[in-house]
């Protein structure tokens, strides 16, 4: 059964670092992206990042450029999100995607290009 898990989440202070690590339970099924997607408390759901399967480039949202690096380990099967400079709007439930790369491009209807969601992990920074 093809999966997702996702761990690394934590309670955090402003400026600290946290890596998520998104486990999947068989590479060669992934479709061309994996990425990360976050929801906090009566906000909409953000795309954050992704690596594509096919050459390796990657996408990040502006509001965490320059602060989170995506990378994987095939040999481990592994997507990391290492995510330095936490701020306070950075808390939020990130969620594990694999799908078509048009996934993080869209305001609306994500879920039609995501095959598979992680169950989430907790991000909490404070102030």
């Known amino acids: 059964e093809l999966n997702l898990v996702e761990s690394g989440g934590g309670l955090v202070q402003t400026g600290g670092s946290l890596r998520l690590s998104c486990v999947v339970s068989d590479f060669t099924f992934i479709e061309t992206a994996i990425g990360w997607f976050r929801q906090a408390p009566g906000k909409e759901r953000e795309a954050v990042s992704y690596?594509?399967?096919?050459?390796?480039?990657?996408y990040y949202a502006d509001s965490v450029k320059g602060r989170f690096t995506i990378s994987s380990d095939s040999a481990k099967s592994t997507v990391y999100l290492r995510m330095n400079s936490l701020k306070p709007e950075d808390t939020a439930v990130y969620y594990c995607a694999a799908g078509h790369i048009d996934a993080w491009h869209r305001k609306r209807d994500i879920d039609a290009y995501v095959g598979l969601w992680g169950q989430g992990t907790q991000v909490t920074v404070s102030s």
């Open positions: 690596i594509s399967m096919k050459d390796r480039s990657t």
